[in-house]
């Protein structure tokens, strides 16, 4: 099973988003699965401009030349796609919102595409990090999460929100990254997730 893996975060490799996010792959990693990993803030991808020349003129491609193909690329193939991110001012990073906004390129408008006709869609998972340590500050991107899945036409498998990030790994935080680390083997198992680790990662530690 292959995990690709957007992180979002200015930090890239070397930020918090990133602690948590390993804990999910390495999961997966321990079940076999091929994980690639892209940091955002290592490429360029610009601003969608708006021009929809990706649904007109040049069908499924976008005009800007930068690093979205390479990020594309990584996504091919997978059965899985993990956005991670810091939070920022409620909502996901820039660099995050950029490049979704930049996945019109792919599919058209994705209001009007068919609903799949046969085989479940395929999973999206969700892993965030916060400075702050209140649970509440995740949930309008929660809510946007859900709905963007759903726009998507994936399943929401996962949300993992991590409060107080700032100063991982923290001890206290050892036993929530376990869930998420088993939430990571399940995933690449292609097992469900249980009600509870659900719960527990949407709420953090
Ligand atoms: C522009 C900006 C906005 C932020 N907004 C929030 C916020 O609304 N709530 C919060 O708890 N932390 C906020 N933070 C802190 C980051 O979410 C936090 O430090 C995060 O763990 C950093 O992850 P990183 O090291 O992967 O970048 C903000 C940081 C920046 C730079």
Redesign the pocket.
Known sequence: MKFAAING???GSA????VVLEAFLEGCREEGAQVVTVQLAELQVGLCRACHSCWTSSPGKCVIEDDLPQVLESLEGADFVVLAS?????QVSGNLKVFIDRLTSTGGNPHNRPAEAKGPPPRMAVVM????P?PE?FRATSVWMEDLAALLGRELWMEAYA?G??RLPLPEAQPWLGILRDAGRRAARGSSLPAEARHALKAGF
């Open positions: 975060s200015p930090h930020g918090s988003t990133q810091p939070l920022h001012f409620l990090s916060a400075g702050f209140r500050q409060g990030a700032r």
